[in-house]
């Protein structure tokens, strides 16, 4: 009896479905939306209104903990959506896609900007960035979230249903028509309210459920797009918008209306056709002339679909993140349409009525008829009942080919193997039962569709809550920014989630960088000092300044001076810092032309003489006395370089011992110089001429000219040796009095620092990036003498990268005009320094350093660098600082700090832990932090990322890549470092070297291993040098 009962039923089933697609003209016919309803809604052609929300992504991920927490937020909200009065009109479809070769084509369109953006400045970037972007798109997957809101009459009480209907007819009747064109007026009415409280409902639950979702609303156009884009994506380009109003397309032609309804007209007169203003229907804008039915298959535009569904739920239902896995590991592109209906009455209905009638013919109808029974009671007691059923979907691009009679055949051997792998990984994802064919197939890859069919034709079954939100992609993570103007990573099943440094959904840019030796915490940094450099939104490139230990940054700047023209070298440096006489830097150095020090320039003066007579201050009676008189003393060292006083000591040019750029820059501008005129005159000839000529080359060498005007460190010495006198009632140290204990300390510090004791040799004004390697200045000493010295150097380095970054147009430029007479300042000079801090106000800027737990040991260090992360988003400078130490952290910059970068804990759990307390980790993102291993080619650097945006705190776990031409230029590794070096000095230029190891060197342990089985015996360093001469004989 049974049997006979099913087969029945069976029989009848698919006969319906079979007269439903044989009584459609065409697949046209299909389609539900009508018209826009107004201009965020859709009208259905049954007058249910329809939202589109684009849903960005969750800013977590999926974690079990957080999850199973996670679920019960959505069963909670389905549970009470249920229970609402207007419940039984609420409709939700989720559609997801999610396709492995999505963003092959993408890539480099994403990336030209960058690659523009560098040519703009000079930089030879395009073979580096296209690399990269060939790698992402090789491993990257598309990922596209909407959710659709559906009210109907449903949602009105029974006695409101009759005027509902009344009210849209007459709306019909008045509207305006045309013959092939689209209806209008389509809507109804009377559901506005309950619809749009639909729609709030859900919005208020994506900003407040768990982390919170990135989601936008769509307007119609928006929704409309994104429909056809997920079913056609070859023929809706950016530019495609559908024509909704008669603003949106010009007048139409109207030979095929038939002349007895263009000369109709109405009652009053006015015609009844107005085709030649009216849109097309939606339906020839949203669908492609052809549809191809194959049976299993359907051919719709340039893709071919197989279409399935789920035919019997799963009996185990499971996070969508294990089957992304399986689906990215065989590349196999799906798209999931999730019906959630509140009225579950209707789902399954002849099936569960008649087991219901037939319970005794088997075990089967009673089981099914007892399961529908707890359901019910399960409704009864509080619990969410919904028709739920998922459309399912596989694609291939479309294969034809037309034989002598010009009739198409279709290759489906590629989506044929893709939709049986799909197939079997769905009944392995919960061990749901899937239907291949449902009634005709473009009726079911429509449905696998969002916004296609209303509701999908897939089969539908009353399920309960939590086991519906199992299997929804509630933490897919969120995509914040857009991929053409960001730093990229990815997910472990491929998707990219981008970030943009110091972007405006942030406060500022404060990123801490954690990681322990080769996790990828330095080619992290490397990777932002490149962005940096070829920042998109940058009309030039940003200043880029930095503080390192060893030199895991030297080959990203290698890089970029390398991209740069031969006569802009100089833009780019990485600088090994040593306190050597070779490379000094007067810390007296004035702005161009200026004969006194700006106030913020007075200030490090005066708080870096103090650390260097650090020694004396309790012996002077405190700070205040040491600070008088260095004040004073720094004061009359200015005097006396200032011609206009009579403290003046003349400095003269001599045209035989001066720079020869000085003498070639006079000789150029034709200045009126000449032997034993003050300095001054030089200057200001140079700079006059620099800023009417508009040439660079002559400010610069006015800027050298400069420096021969200003005092010097040992001038400090001899002025507050003349000032005893006006000091004398000050406390003795020592036995001396205060001026001459502080003298004496100056000269301990000049014989002890020749990097700042002479006239300035190395100037770093005009360097875009300059990074500065502290290893060999900073030392490894405990002593209290140590630290003092590097209390000394920190603040002389932090001043030479930072001098162009905290300028302020309103305090700066405001001080230049209240002191323009005293400071030297002519009109000209006064309008170029204004036009300089405006470019500097608008100039983006990054200071970074790296091992900031050497830092952490100079004394003072930190509170410079919280004075920097207060102050960053002023002077639009970011901060990126990293460590391998995470108690090393300024507290201050934990609390401040926009991102987080977590390469691993060094598998330690120790470290883990330590970084739960600092960043308040839950246990499973600590587990996440721990379980981090090195990276290699193929996964790249794992890392764990928390980003405080406008959205919310976003959480994941990520991989970061670079491509091989940039993982030979960020190489930190010894061997590799050396390898790049030989291959470097080879004469054929590092894009050459950078290259060929790119495309040879893979894996250089590997070439190693291989060379020492060549030759037994060879060490390893001989073996790299053979690697190295193989390569150099490459063309």
């Given at each position: 009896?049974?049997?006979?009962?099913?087969?029945?039923?069976?029989?009848?089933?698919?006969?319906?479905?079979?007269?439903?697609?044989?009584?459609?003209?065409?697949?046209?016919?299909?389609?539900?939306?009508?018209?826009?309803?107004?201009?965020?809604?859709?009208?259905?052609?049954?007058?249910?209104?329809?939202?589109?929300?684009?849903?960005?992504?969750?800013?977590?991920?999926?974690?079990?903990?957080?999850?199973?927490?996670?679920?019960?937020?959505?069963?909670?909200?389905?549970?009470?959506?249920?229970?609402?009065?207007?419940?039984?009109?609420?409709?939700?479809?989720?559609?997801?896609?999610?396709?492995?070769?999505?963003?092959?084509?993408?890539?480099?369109?994403?990336?030209?900007?960058?690659?523009?953006?560098?040519?703009?400045?000079?930089?030879?970037?395009?073979?580096?960035?296209?690399?990269?972007?060939?790698?992402?798109?090789?491993?990257?997957?598309?990922?596209?979230?909407?959710?659709?809101?559906?009210?109907?009459?449903?949602?009105?009480?029974?006695?409101?249903?009759?005027?509902?209907?009344?009210?849209?007819?007459?709306?019909?009747?008045?509207?305006?028509?045309?013959?092939?064109?689209?209806?209008?007026?389509?809507?109804?009415?009377?559901i506005e309210m309950a619809h749009e409280q639909h729609v709030n409902k859900v919005e208020v639950f994506l900003k407040e459920a768990g982390r919170s979702y990135a989601f936008e609303r769509l307007n119609a156009y928006q929704g409309l797009k994104a429909m056809r884009m997920s079913l056609i994506p070859g023929t809706t380009g950016d530019g495609w918008n559908a024509r909704l109003t008669l603003n949106d397309c010009a007048l139409r032609p109207t030979e095929a209306v038939p002349a007895s309804v263009k000369k109709g007209q109405a009652a009053d007169g006015k015609p009844v056709d107005w085709t030649h203003m009216l849109p097309p229907p939606l339906t020839e804008q949203m669908l492609p002339a052809e549809a191809v039915d194959l049976g299993?298959?359907?051919?719709?535009?340039?893709?071919?679909?197989?279409?399935?569904?789920?035919?019997?739920?799963?009996?185990?239902?499971?996070?969508?993140?294990?089957?992304?896995?399986?689906?990215?590991?065989?590349?196999?592109?799906?798209?999931?349409?999730?019906?959630?209906?509140?009225?579950?009455?209707?789902?399954?209905?002849?099936?569960?009525?008649?087991?219901?009638?037939?319970?005794?013919?088997?075990?089967?109808?009673?089981?099914?008829?007892?399961?529908?029974?707890?359901?019910?009671?399960?409704?009864?007691?509080?619990?969410?009942?919904?028709?739920?059923?998922?459309?399912?979907?596989?694609?291939?691009?479309?294969?034809?080919?037309?034989?002598?009679?010009?009739?198409?055949?279709?290759?489906?051997?590629?989506?044929?193997?893709?939709?049986?792998?799909?197939?079997?990984?769905?009944?392995?994802?919960?061990?749901?039962?899937?239907?291949?064919?449902?009634?005709?197939?473009?009726?079911?890859?429509?449905?696998?569709?969002?916004?296609?069919?209303?509701?999908?034709?897939?089969?539908?079954?009353?399920?309960?809550?939590?086991?519906?939100?199992?299997?929804?992609?509630?933490?897919?993570?969120?995509?914040?920014?857009?991929?053409?103007?960001?730093?990229?990573?990815?997910?472990?099943?491929?998707?990219?989630?981008?970030?943009?440094?110091?972007?405006?959904?942030?406060?500022?840019?404060?990123?801490?960088?954690?990681?322990?030796?080769?996790?990828?915490?330095?080619?992290?940094?490397?990777?932002?000092?490149?962005?940096?450099?070829?920042?998109?939104?940058?009309?030039?490139?940003?200043?880029?300044?930095?503080?390192?230990?060893?030199?895991?940054?030297?080959?990203?700047?290698?890089?970029?001076?390398?991209?740069?023209?031969?006569?802009?070298?100089?833009?780019?440096?990485?600088?090994?810092?040593?306190?050597?006489?070779?490379?000094?830097?007067?810390?007296?150095?004035?702005?161009?032309?200026?004969?006194?020090?700006?106030?913020?320039?007075?200030?490090?003066?005066?708080?870096?003489?103090?650390?260097?007579?650090?020694?004396?201050?309790?012996?002077?009676?405190?700070?205040?006395?040491?600070?008088?008189?260095?004040?004073?003393?720094?004061?009359?060292?200015?005097?006396?370089?200032?011609?206009?006083?009579?403290?003046?000591?003349?400095?003269?040019?001599?045209?035989?011992?001066?720079?020869?750029?000085?003498?070639?820059?006079?000789?150029?501008?034709?200045?009126?110089?000449?032997?034993?005129?003050?300095?001054?005159?030089?200057?200001?000839?140079?700079?006059?001429?620099?800023?009417?000529?508009?040439?660079?080359?002559?400010?610069?060498?006015?800027?050298?000219?400069?420096?021969?005007?200003?005092?010097?460190?040992?001038?400090?010495?001899?002025?507050?040796?003349?000032?005893?006198?006006?000091?004398?009632?000050?406390?003795?140290?020592?036995?001396?009095?205060?001026?001459?204990?502080?003298?004496?300390?100056?000269?301990?510090?000049?014989?002890?620092?020749?990097?700042?004791?002479?006239?300035?040799?190395?100037?770093?004004?005009?360097?875009?990036?300059?990074?500065?390697?502290?290893?060999?200045?900073?030392?490894?000493?405990?002593?209290?003498?140590?630290?003092?010295?590097?209390?000394?150097?920190?603040?002389?380095?932090?001043?030479?990268?930072?001098?162009?970054?905290?300028?302020?147009?309103?305090?700066?430029?405001?001080?230049?005009?209240?002191?323009?007479?005293?400071?030297?300042?002519?009109?000209?000079?006064?309008?170029?320094?204004?036009?300089?801090?405006?470019?500097?106000?608008?100039?983006?800027?990054?200071?970074?350093?790296?091992?900031?737990?050497?830092?952490?040991?100079?004394?003072?260090?930190?509170?410079?660098?919280?004075?920097?992360?207060?102050?960053?988003?002023?002077?639009?400078?970011?901060?990126?600082?990293?460590?391998?130490?995470?108690?090393?952290?300024?507290?201050?910059?934990?609390?401040?700090?926009?991102?987080?970068?977590?390469?691993?804990?060094?598998?330690?759990?120790?470290?883990?832990?330590?970084?739960?307390?600092?960043?308040?980790?839950?246990?499973?993102?600590?587990?996440?932090?721990?379980?981090?291993?090195?990276?290699?080619?193929?996964?790249?650097?794992?890392?764990?990322?928390?980003?405080?945006?406008?959205?919310?705190?976003?959480?994941?776990?990520?991989?970061?890549?670079?491509?091989?031409?940039?993982?030979?230029?960020?190489?930190?590794?010894?061997?590799?470092?050396?390898?790049?070096?030989?291959?470097?000095?080879?004469?054929?230029?590092?894009?050459?070297?950078?290259?060929?190891?790119?495309?040879?060197?893979?894996?250089?342990?590997?070439?190693?291993?291989?060379?020492?089985?060549?030759?037994?015996?060879?060490?390893?360093?001989?073996?790299?040098?053979?690697?190295?001469?193989?390569?150099?004989?490459?063309?």
């Amino acid at each position: 009896m049974l049997k006979y009962v099913d087969r029945l039923m069976d029989g009848i089933d698919d006969l319906r479905r079979g007269v439903r697609g044989w009584t459609k003209a065409d697949h046209s016919q299909y389609f539900p939306v009508a018209c826009a309803h107004n201009s965020n809604v859709l009208a259905l052609y049954n007058g249910s209104l329809l939202s589109v929300i684009r849903i960005d992504g969750y800013l977590g991920q999926y974690f079990p903990e957080q999850f199973a927490n996670l679920r019960q937020e959505w069963a909670k909200f389905l549970r009470t959506s249920t229970q609402d009065k207007s419940a039984k009109g609420f409709d939700l479809f989720w559609s997801y896609e999610y396709d492995p070769e999505g963003m092959s084509s993408k890539m480099l369109e994403y990336r030209e900007r960058m690659i523009q953006a560098g040519e703009r400045r000079g930089l030879e970037v395009r073979d580096i960035m296209e690399e990269e972007a060939r790698l992402y798109g090789s491993i990257c997957a598309s990922e596209d979230q909407y959710l659709l809101v559906v009210t109907h009459i449903d949602s009105l009480p029974k006695a409101e249903h009759k005027e509902a209907l009344a009210s849209a007819a007459n709306d019909r009747k008045k509207s305006i028509k045309g013959h092939g064109s689209m209806v209008t007026q389509r809507g109804m009415k009377l559901i506005e309210m309950a619809h749009e409280q639909h729609v709030n409902k859900v919005e208020v639950f994506l900003k407040e459920a768990g982390r919170s979702y990135a989601f936008e609303r769509l307007n119609a156009y928006q929704g409309l797009k994104a429909m056809r884009m997920s079913l056609i994506p070859g023929t809706t380009g950016d530019g495609w918008n559908a024509r909704l109003t008669l603003n949106d397309c010009a007048l139409r032609p109207t030979e095929a209306v038939p002349a007895s309804v263009k000369k109709g007209q109405a009652a009053d007169g006015k015609p009844v056709d107005w085709t030649h203003m009216l849109p097309p229907p939606l339906t020839e804008q949203m669908l492609p002339a052809e549809a191809v039915d194959l049976g299993r298959f359907a051919v719709i535009g340039g893709r071919t679909y197989a279409p399935m569904s789920v035919g019997e739920l799963a009996v185990e239902p499971e996070p969508i993140e294990s089957l992304l896995r399986m689906c990215y590991q065989r590349r196999l592109p799906v798209r999931m349409v999730y019906s959630l209906m509140a009225n579950s009455d209707q789902a399954n209905y002849w099936n569960r009525t008649f087991a219901s009638i037939f319970n005794f013919a088997s075990a089967s109808n009673r089981q099914i008829d007892k399961a529908d029974r707890a359901m019910k009671a399960y409704g009864e007691s509080g619990g969410a009942v919904l028709g739920y059923g998922l459309s399912i979907a596989t694609w291939a691009d479309t294969e034809v080919q037309y034989d002598s009679r010009g009739a198409a055949m279709y290759g489906v051997k590629k989506i044929t193997r893709r939709a049986q792998d799909l197939e079997t990984l769905l009944q392995q994802w919960g061990g749901q039962q899937i239907e291949t064919v449902f009634g005709c197939s473009i009726e079911a890859a429509m449905s696998a569709t969002p916004g296609y069919m209303m509701p999908p034709a897939s089969p539908k079954a009353p399920q309960i809550e939590m086991d519906i939100v199992a299997q929804m992609p509630i933490m897919r993570p969120a995509r914040l920014w857009e991929a053409d103007n960001s730093i990229w990573m990815r997910t472990s099943d491929g998707v990219l989630l981008p970030h943009q440094p110091f972007s405006g959904k942030q406060s500022t840019m404060i990123g801490l960088v954690l990681g322990g030796m080769g996790f990828g915490k330095s080619n992290y940094i490397s990777e932002n000092i490149n962005y940096f450099a070829n920042h998109p939104e940058a009309d030039l490139m940003p200043y880029i300044r930095g503080m390192d230990f060893g030199a895991s940054s030297s080959g990203v700047v290698s890089m970029i001076n390398d991209s740069l023209p031969e006569n802009r070298k100089h833009e780019a440096l990485f600088i090994p810092f040593s306190n050597a006489a070779d490379m000094c830097k007067n810390m007296m150095d004035t702005r161009l032309t200026l004969r006194y020090p700006l106030e913020d320039h007075r200030i490090f003066l005066i708080n870096w003489l103090v650390i260097l007579c650090d020694s004396l201050i309790e012996g002077a009676g405190g700070v205040t006395n040491l600070v008088s008189v260095l004040n004073a003393t720094i004061k009359r060292a200015y005097e006396n370089c200032d011609p206009r006083t009579h403290h003046y000591q003349a400095k003269t040019y001599m045209r035989s011992i001066a720079a020869e750029e000085v003498n070639s820059a006079l000789d150029r501008c034709m200045a009126n110089i000449q032997d034993g005129c003050d300095y001054w005159d030089v200057v200001d000839a140079l700079a006059k001429a620099g800023v009417e000529q508009q040439d660079d080359s002559l400010l610069h060498a006015a800027k050298v000219a400069q420096r021969y005007c200003v005092p010097i460190f040992p001038d400090l010495v001899r002025v507050c040796d003349q000032l005893d006198d006006q000091f004398k009632a000050m406390p003795e140290v020592g036995g001396k009095s205060l001026c001459a204990a502080i003298s004496n300390a100056l000269s301990n510090a000049n014989a002890m620092f020749p990097v700042f004791s002479k006239i300035t040799n190395t100037d770093i004004s005009e360097s875009r990036v300059c990074v500065f390697d502290m290893t060999e200045a900073f030392g490894r000493g405990e002593t209290k003498f140590d630290a003092w010295k590097r209390s000394v150097l920190f603040a002389v380095v932090h001043r030479l990268l930072t001098e162009d970054l905290f300028i302020n147009l309103d305090i700066s430029g405001q001080e230049m005009v209240n002191h323009k007479e005293r400071l030297g300042l002519t009109d000209e000079m006064l309008r170029w320094h204004i036009r300089y801090f405006e470019r500097q106000d608008q100039l983006l800027k990054l200071y970074w350093g790296d091992e900031l737990h050497r830092v952490g040991r100079v004394e003072g260090a930190f509170q410079i660098l919280d004075s920097m992360g207060f102050e960053g988003r002023k002077y639009r400078v970011g901060l990126l600082l990293g460590t391998q130490l995470a108690e090393y952290l300024p507290e201050s910059m934990i609390q401040l700090c926009t991102s987080v970068f977590i390469f691993g804990t060094s598998q330690s759990t120790e470290t883990a832990q330590k970084m739960q307390d600092i960043f308040a980790l839950s246990d499973d993102e600590r587990d996440i932090a721990l379980g981090i291993t090195r990276p290699n080619a193929k996964k790249g650097a794992e890392v764990f990322v928390i980003h405080k945006t406008s959205e919310g705190v976003q959480r994941a776990k990520l991989h970061f890549q670079v491509g091989n031409i940039k993982r030979w230029a960020y190489a930190t590794e010894a061997d590799e470092r050396a390898l790049r070096r030989e291959l470097y000095a080879a004469g054929r230029g590092q894009a050459w070297a950078r290259k060929v190891l790119a495309e040879n060197v893979p894996d250089l342990m590997a070439a190693v291993h291989a060379k020492q089985k060549e030759r037994p015996g060879a060490s390893k360093s001989e073996a790299l040098h053979l690697v190295a001469e193989d390569l150099k004989a490459l063309g």
